[in-house]
């Protein structure tokens, strides 16, 4: 298997992508009751943290490149 580089915002959105489809199936299942309206904050709250996660990730990778000699 090919290695990359690990990328901590796609993770971030698929965790809680994932979370929304949970909490979805929960209310299909009739575990619970879910607004229709909850969902809609937590994914955008969601990638909103994702996206503050790939720039920080962006930031620290760009300032480690120009430290190394090269």
């Known amino acids: 298997m090919l290695r990359h580089e690990f990328q901590p915002g796609r993770l971030v959105a698929g965790c809680v992508l994932a979370l929304a489809g949970v909490v979805y199936a929960g209310d299909a299942t009739g575990a619970w009751h879910t607004p229709w309206f909850l969902v809609i904050p937590l994914v955008v ?3 909103c943290l994702a996206g503050a996660v790939g720039l920080l990730n962006w930031a620290v990778r ?3 490149s120009r430290r190394q000699p090269g």
């Open 45 to 47: 709250g969601g990638l």
């Open 62 to 64: 760009r300032r480690q």
